[in-house]
């Protein structure tokens, strides 16, 4: 009999690391090895869950991901190892980690809860924990060079000095008026934004409300989902708001037909190809169901 060893491969189902499958989680986003895909009839595949406990080497650094109701990223930082975060999200570090506030070019036009948006950034050695303070799920997304994706606003929780980090304006917008007031709407938010990997992998978390699905769309292919359902999407995905009234209504963007405007349906429309991830816990999108007199480039109404 050979003694040669057999050489095996895993690939994850849901962030596509390849390991030798002897672990009991996948070492890029720490999800139960040899889990069974869920995928529904529809085409959307299951976020396969973590245990508690479950760790993620990052280089000489590693991340423990701790809890499963309100779940905690405990990071264990390598000496020059850092990841940065927005500042509202820290919840206990030691002492010898050295924190510092990061530049964000348009700062003070990105808001969390009325006041601008801080990022933050630590480096080792020692121990930082995060958590979103919030019920939910913790989804590791590793990135690898040349790759980037797209987040919705406020979903971010941390991620390693490999990833770099953008923001870009998402199109997405329409405006309401009665009488002389007016007031434009962004259901999918003002901004998004964009982490990608130029020459080193990296980790990127982020925290999902409720549990998370995903579903690769093929070229050409579309899907409406709810704008604040959105997770993440790649860049090459494409998408535009997409207005439907109930039939026998009417509906217009110049606001010219009856009080049926206030039974819309506000979709967002996603083209393939690449990758949605959305989440089933959702805020409403903003709309106060008055006349619509103007719209982004980039929108489809249906009645």
Not at 34 to 43: F, H
Not at 69 to 97: E, I, K, R
Not at 105 to 112: S, Y
Not at 286 to 293: A, F, P, Q
């Amino acid at each position: 009999m050979s003694n040669i060893p057999v050489e095996r491969h895993y690939t994850c189902p849901w962030c596509n690391t390849v390991s030798d499958g002897t672990q009991l989680s996948c070492p890029g986003c720490g999800v139960s090895i040899d889990v069974e895909k869920i995928v529904t009839k529809s085409g959307w595949i299951e976020m396969p869950g973590r245990k508690d406990m479950t760790k993620i080497q990052l280089g000489h650094s590693s991340l423990q991901i701790e809890g499963e109701y309100v779940p905690v990223a405990d990071f264990n930082l390598a000496p020059n190892d850092g990841v940065y975060f927005s500042h509202h999200v820290l919840l206990w570090m030691d002492t010898q980690v050295k924190v510092s506030a990061m530049s964000l070019k348009g700062a003070w036009n990105r808001l969390f809860a009325g006041l601008p948006l801080i990022m933050t950034e630590a480096q080792g050695p020692g121990h930082i924990a995060f958590t979103r303070d919030a019920p939910g799920e913790l989804i590791a997304l590793p990135i690898q060079p040349g790759q980037a994706v797209d987040v919705r606003e406020h979903i971010f929780l941390v991620a390693t000095h490999s990833v770099s980090y953008d923001w870009f304006d998402t199109g997405v917008w329409f405006t309401t008026q009665e009488d002389n007031s007016s007031k434009t709407h962004y259901p999918l938010g003002r901004y998004m934004d964009r982490f990608f990997a130029q020459q080193a992998p990296g980790l990127l978390l982020l925290h999902a409300a409720g549990n998370a699905f995903i579903r690769h769309l093929a070229p050409g292919q579309s899907i409406l989902v709810k704008p604040t359902a959105l997770l993440f999407k790649d860049p090459t995905v494409q998408m535009h708001l997409h207005l439907e009234y109930p039939r026998g209504s009417s509906g217009s963007s110049w606001g010219l037909f009856s009080s049926s405007w206030r039974s819309r349906h506000l979709w967002l429309k996603l083209y393939g190809p690449g990758r949605v991830a959305i989440h089933s816990a959702y805020d409403p999108a903003g709309d106060d169901g008055r006349v619509i007199w103007r719209h982004s480039d980039a929108t489809q109404q249906e009645w």
